[in-house]
């Protein structure tokens, strides 16, 4: 059977109607693997929150098997969301898992290569929208009917999932690291590791978020937000954590990218190694880190050429 799906796990955690049927692809349980040379090249003990080897192959499976499964419990026929690639693969996944549909509205272009075969190898409603701001509108509208659940971050179910993984790394670690690095799109993920910590209630890490300087135009596809859902929150986080969003320029992202690759054996998605792009540019020093990973790089083999 190997490890129990996160929302098992973690049920006294999370809130799931009692006795719902957990939608499960085995998410969560993800390595926490240390990663000593480019430890050394930054002077810290540094960690890597391996996310890509979730299911689908990000972090997004963490809040996925949340609120879907509340969804199935909740007698929705389908699901809907607004995505870039890694939100709708995700979904699509589970909600193929539940036998549920699911419609996703994408923005023209720049959706990776790999995301999108995900969600179409699946059976998922895929559909093209002029811009993310129109196609996450048109899935809220979906929402607002009655017909579909969306599942986009501003489910608060995904967070309460994604928050499972600063579980993991305090029961790994035996406390939390004294630095969290991570890649800041919308936010959403930043708000997440904040409220498990807290939850934790043994200590909040300080947040280095990795944002893209150019967030309209970076290759990083599934970091480029013009608007950060949860800006607000997030901002609060990292400034309550003593932490700080390092803004990090395409070549920053790729040359950390390129790091782990070759250094660390890791290869994940450009935008998952913004984190360590944040890292390389303003050296946390002596202290223990932990890089959350977020993706793989099977997503998208196009930015290797
Ligand atoms: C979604 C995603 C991000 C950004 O996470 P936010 O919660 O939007 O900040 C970063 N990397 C990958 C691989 C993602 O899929």
């Not at 690095?181 to 934790?200: K, V, W």
């Amino acid at each position: 059977m190997g490890l129990r799906p996160l929302a098992e796990r973690y049920a006294d955690r999370l809130p799931l109607s009692r006795g719902a049927a957990i939608v499960s692809l085995g998410e969560g349980s993800t390595p926490l693997l240390s990663a000593p040379r480019i430890g050394a090249r930054l002077g810290t003990e540094l960690f890597l929150k391996w996310e890509g080897a979730n299911p689908t192959g990000s972090f997004k499976d963490r809040g996925m098997t949340v609120a879907v499964t509340q969804a199935l419990a909740d007698g929705a026929r389908a699901v809907v969301c607004a995505s870039t690639g890694n939100t709708a693969a995700s979904a699509a996944a589970y909600a193929a898992r539940a036998g549920l549909d699911a419609v996703i509205l994408q923005p023209e272009g720049a959706v990776a290569r790999g995301k999108l075969a995900q969600a179409r190898a699946v059976g998922a409603k895929v559909e093209t929208r002029s811009s993310f701001e129109e196609a996450l509108a048109e899935a809220q509208e979906l929402e607002a009917r009655g017909t579909h659940v969306l599942v986009n971050s501003l489910n608060p179910l995904r967070l309460q999932g994604q928050k499972t993984a600063a579980f993991e790394i305090v029961e790994e670690l035996g406390a939390p690291p004294e630095v969290l690095a991570l890649p800041y799109g919308g936010g959403g993920n930043l708000c997440a590791y904040a409220l498990g910590f807290g939850e934790e209630g043994a200590g909040m890490p300080r947040l280095v978020a990795g944002e893209a300087a150019n967030r309209p135009g970076t290759v990083a596809s599934a970091i480029r937000i013009s608007e950060p859902a949860h800006a607000e929150a997030a901002q609060r986080a990292v400034e309550e954590s003593g932490g700080s969003v390092v803004p990090v320029d395409d070549a920053a992202i790729l040359e950390a990218w390129e790091l782990l690759a070759r250094e660390e054996g890791l290869f994940c998605e450009p935008s998952s190694a913004a984190g360590l792009a944040a890292l390389l540019a303003d050296p946390p020093g002596d202290a223990r880190v932990v890089c959350v990973i977020t993706g793989h790089g099977l997503k998208d083999p196009d930015a290797v050429a």
